[in-house]
């Protein structure tokens, strides 16, 4: 049995504490955030205890904890965790500075315990097969990737001034599904972003749409296209040609009827937000992270894989700011 710290009990805290209290292999021992009132409601439902996060690290009973904090606190988290002997899981992205992410990497790789980050799409049903036929062979080499992920709404402006921006906080759940389809990184990123959906995201110093263009070393492209808004839901697909076909993976709809009348064919819209659609993904990479503990399993979304999607939303926010390409 895999004891756990929780730290943070926000929105993606509280996911996460349903997750490790379903899995039959872990329990949530105890919780932490900087808002007291807020560890000790999510700890009482759990029957956990609510503890500072020091007193969670030092705790020799305690194995892993997961990182569900505010980004500007995963690098030192995943440090001081890591240091004291314990396994990590950490939500993304590993660090707003590239610099601080690629030290940390070098810090927790001392210590041996394993760190995964929380890129959970890749252990989304859909996309996960998609990755499993793509490998198989089914359509021959891949030859052009096509990544479209549109957020239902634009959060809160006071939330873009510290998020990093959209290529780090947003596209850097695309940049690693990109490098865990193709199965490499791109040498060469090229990026267009605005801010049309809302001017104030823009006078923050960020964009609320945008494209970017991936290069890779064997001539394969990938396309990503991001926006703040969709009115009709969360628009996630993958597409991937190659050159014996094709593989779609396409949008979980709210729900499976198709009406058709002599006024046309419609559907559901697709699921409204991440909480919904990646429900299935989230305890799957809860299994994995189990299993990579207990098992002594490959952590299937490492450390380094975390630096790897960042140095991409690197290049890409330096590529929207000049209008030029950036080599990797």
Not at 257 to 284: N, Q
Request: aromatic share 6%.
């Amino acid at each position: 049995m895999l004891k756990i710290g929780l730290l943070g009990a926000g929105r993606i805290g509280q996911v996460h504490a349903v997750n490790i209290a379903a899995n039959p292999r872990s329990a949530l021992v105890a919780v932490s955030d900087v808002n007291a009132d807020a560890a000790a409601a999510l700890a009482a439902r759990f029957g956990a205890e609510a503890r500072a996060t020091e007193a969670i690290l030092s705790d020799p009973a305690i194995d892993a904890v997961l990182i569900a904090t505010s980004t500007d606190t995963h690098s030192s988290l995943i440090e001081a965790a890591t240091a004291a002997g314990k396994a990590v899981l950490c939500e993304k992205p590993v660090d707003l500075s590239l610099a601080r992410a690629e030290a940390c990497l070098k810090a927790a790789e001392a210590t041996g315990k394993p760190v995964m980050i929380g890129f959970n799409r890749r252990f989304d049903p859909n996309f996960a097969a998609m990755k499993a036929a793509a490998n198989a062979g089914e359509i021959g080499k891949a030859e052009l990737l096509s990544i479209t992920s549109f957020d239902p709404a634009p959060p809160p402006v006071s939330y873009i001034k510290v998020s990093g921006g959209l290529f780090r906080d947003m596209m850097i759940h695309d940049f690693d599904m990109a490098n865990f389809i193709m199965g490499a990184t791109p040498v060469a990123v090229h990026a267009v972003g605005t801010s049309i959906v809302n001017p104030e995201i823009g006078a923050a110093g960020d964009v609320d749409t945008a494209v970017v263009t991936l290069s890779y070393a064997d001539g394969r492209i990938g396309v990503i296209r991001n926006s703040r808004r969709a009115v009709y839901g969360y628009d996630q697909r993958v597409e991937l040609l190659g050159s014996e076909g094709l593989l779609s993976a396409e949008n979980v709809l709210e729900n499976t009827v198709t009406r058709a009348t002599a006024a046309g064919v419609s559907s559901a819209k697709p699921t409204y937000f991440f909480l919904e659609r990646y429900m299935a993904a989230y305890a799957a990479e809860w299994e994995a992270f189990v299993s990579a503990v207990l098992d002594d399993a490959p952590v299937p979304v490492s450390l380094a894989d975390g630096v790897a999607a960042l140095r991409v939303a690197e290049a890409a926010t330096r590529s929207a700011q000049t209008g030029q390409t950036v080599a990797l």
